[in-house]
């Protein structure tokens, strides 16, 4: 099951409004790819006559990829909510390292900048490809120009020479970055969904965060009394709801359904019993009025500000939160993140949570020093750069346990606790990354409209069916399937 599309995650409504404005152009047809990228990969090999014969240098045991000494490298990598300080860091050991000068790009401008440049056979070596902008990574795979990855992943890692790289990372993060049997894309980050939540709030009011969608409503009647409202969420970019929704119908209705719907199967939505199940629960938190009035109109960052200032007690959002409302969040705050809900007759168990790979780096197999792109990968991929991400950006990284006895911040510790408890039982989706004009406006608008009192659980299903098969009888989209 190989991922066609960067993550949204922390990047915010900016992507997701680019992409309004570029369905036009086609983005619609390839999921979050812009009508630059396909320019850029639509020249087959392009550009490969051009090709440079990429320096090799001695393999070593602390050279494994026979990186040429002095040889310089070139990163491009996306400047979003993660800034790019964590690269440069370990550029800077790549540097002292190779005794190599190392030019480095932060941009949020990845598929516009490097189009001409892929199509013209002189891309850069290694390539954070995440943003709106972003270049298709299917086609690129396709035609050849994605380093395959095997030998940084057989590669002895940084820490434990007797480890390979593979053998250090989430299972997940192997599967989510494979075109066909090869993995040539990297997911680097990993991001927790869920509900988040203060602490400090819950506690002071003697209030638990509930373990069944039925305790959910009992709590938030009880919230509204107090004079709280229960939730907010992004009214204006209501797809943040579906970070929860979505995966709260895959928990109770299981996998096996959820991938159904993933392949925008005939009544797929319709015939599942935990999408009525999961909708009719945010009709009822609609009708009980248990979303902050004024909600529908606020922005994702006025709503967390509105949540960090006590007005609301939950909402829906990932892990990169922490860091994205850092600048509005009370000290003594305790932000944390709950497991999704249990409903009836649950397929997944309490405790399952959604936690997916994010932020997709590649490498250029027509680059100038593809060996050294994949020995930068290495470096990024050791507990130092991995616990100095999780400390920069306050965000996981693909790398098991790198951050154990690591003093974490509070949402950072929250979402590395539910993500151990939950084991195997984690909840990965590709529909809002396959098809984001459908989940994010289409859906998204009828989203809106359910938690305003608008539109009743029923239609919302009903339409949501009729726009996914919409979508399956256009030949101009780019289909995908998943079996897992």
């Given at each position: 099951?190989?991922?066609t ?48 014969k ?12 026979g ?7 070139e ?39 490097l ?22 990574m299917?086609?690129?795979?396709t ?11 057989d590669?002895?890692?940084?820490d ?31 991001t927790i ?67 159904a ?24 938190l ?29 909402i ?16 003594d ?27 997709p780096?590649?490498?250029a ?13 290495r ?89 996914c ?16």
């Open positions: 099951m190989g991922s599309s960067a993550r949204h995650d922390h990047e915010g409504p900016g992507r997701r409004e680019l992409i309004k404005r570029s369905a036009a152009l086609g983005l619609i047809s390839v999921p979050t790819m812009s009508f630059l990228s396909a320019c850029a990969t639509s020249g087959g090999g392009g550009g490969s006559e051009k090709e440079t990429a320096p090799a240098g001695e393999k070593s045991a602390k050279n494994p990829l990186v040429a000494q002095g040889a310089p490298l990163a491009f990598i996306f400047k979003g909510g993660l800034g790019d300080q964590y690269a440069k860091d370990a550029e800077a050991d790549y540097k002292a390292t190779y005794g190599a000068e190392v030019k480095h790009t932060g941009t949020q401008q990845v598929g516009p900048k189009t001409p440049r892929f199509a013209g056979g002189n891309p850069p070596d290694v390539i954070d490809n995440s943003g709106a902008d972003h270049l298709d299917n086609k690129l795979s035609q050849g120009q994605l380093q395959d990855l095997a030998p940084l992943l590669a002895p890692s940084l434990d020479p007797a480890r390979k790289v593979r053998d250090t990372l989430h299972p997940s993060t192997l599967e989510k970055g494979k075109h066909g049997d090869k993995v040539d894309v990297l997911y680097y980050a990993f969904y869920g509900t988040w939540y203060s602490e400090k709030l819950l506690a002071d009011r003697g209030w638990t965060y509930p373990k069944t969608l039925s305790e959910m409503v009992g709590l938030c009647g009880e919230i509204k009394k107090a004079g709280i409202a229960p939730w907010t969420y992004a009214g204006k970019y209501p797809y943040y709801v579906h970070f929860n929704l979505f995966a709260q119908i895959a928990k109770i209705g299981g996998m096996e359904k959820w991938i719907i993933d392949n925008l199967e005939p009544n797929a939505w319709t015939s599942n019993d935990a999408v009525k199940e999961v909708v009719e629960h945010y009709e009822e609609a009708a009980k009025k248990y979303f902050l009035e004024g909600s529908q109109g606020l922005t994702h960052i006025q709503s967390q500000t509105a949540w960090n200032r006590g007005k609301a007690v939950f829906p959002n990932g892990s990169w939160v922490e860091n994205e409302a850092a600048p509005t969040t009370p000290k705050f305790g932000m944390a993140v709950g497991a999704l809900f249990d409903g009836t007759g649950d397929k997944m168990p309490h405790g399952t949570l959604r936690g997916e790979p994010s932020e780096y590649i490498v197999s027509k680059g100038k020093n593809p060996a050294g792109g994949m020995e930068l990968l470096i990024m991929l050791s507990k130092k750069h991995a616990q100095n991400f999780a400390t920069k950006v306050k965000s996981l990284t693909c790398v098991m346990d790198a951050t154990e006895g690591m003093t974490l911040s509070p949402g950072l510790a929250s979402a590395s606790k539910v993500f151990k408890e939950a084991g195997e039982n984690l909840i990965s989706l590709q529909l809002q990354e396959w098809y984001p004009a459908l989940t994010d406006e289409k859906i998204g608008g009828l989203t809106g409209q359910l938690l305003t009192g608008e539109l009743k659980a029923a239609e919302w299903i009903k339409k949501t069916q009729q726009e098969d919409r979508v399956a009888k256009d030949d101009s989209v780019t289909k995908f399937k998943r079996t897992a």
